[in-house]
Structures are given as C-alpha cells and as structure tokens.
C-alpha cells in the first residue's frame, strides 16, 4: 500500500463520494470546474489505477466505467496499518498516535476498539 498521487487521489474520492461507477468524461467534467485537466491524462491515471488493483472497470457502451475495489476506510486503515509498520515499538507509535486526537477520535477509537472485542469473543 502507498500513499496515491494528487491525481490519483483526486480521483479516488470522486469515485468515493459518488458511491457509483463513473466514465472518465464525468471524472473529467468534475475535474474541471475547479482546474483545467484533459481528458487523456485523466484516462491514463484511471487505467494506472486500475492496472495497481485499485479501480474496477466495467465496459459500458464505448466508454469503461470505474468504480473504487476499496472504500475510503479501507484505504486510511492501510495507511495507518503501514504507517505502524515503520515502528519498531508499536506502544509507543500508538502513544503518540493518540496524543494528537481530539476528544471525536478517541470517543471513535474506543468504539471501534470495544466493537473489535465484541467479534474477537466465541
């Protein structure tokens, strides 16, 4: 797992947010209210991502659709699972970790933590 590039990323999240498959065109039509991108560029970075396992794509007319293989969830959760990897003392990375989070995050964490318990027991 690697951090996606600015275009690769920018990509991913319309494609998370719109929670449904897309055809370049859109992604680029989108793109472009805010910056001007052509659509070949956008193409070859849709078919990048699909090629690193990131995107589907499904053949829809003349046009390829993409959709996301994961969510953005299990996107950060990669990130930060690799991210504790680069430690060699994972109490302490964790020490850290939580020190930077506002109350919202913690109130999360222990959930998640608690829920995690729940389907760890028989």
Request: aromatic share 10%; charged share 30%; net charge positive.
């Amino acid at each position: 797992m690697r951090w996606l590039g600015e275009l690769e990323a920018e990509i991913m999240d319309r494609l998370w947010r719109w929670k449904r498959p897309a055809t370049v065109r859109e992604i680029v039509d989108d793109i472009n209210t805010q910056r001007p991108l052509a659509y070949t560029t956008v193409m070859t970075v849709a078919n990048i991502l699909y090629s690193k396992g990131w995107l589907l794509r499904e053949k829809q007319g003349r046009a390829w659709t993409y959709s996301p293989v994961r969510t953005r969830e299990q996107y950060a959760a990669a990130l930060m699972e690799e991210a504790l990897g680069a430690s060699q003392d994972h109490p302490a990375a964790f020490a850290h970790f939580v020190e930077q989070m506002g109350p919202e995050e913690v109130s999360a964490l222990r959930k998640a933590l608690r829920d995690a318990g729940r389907r760890d027991r028989p």
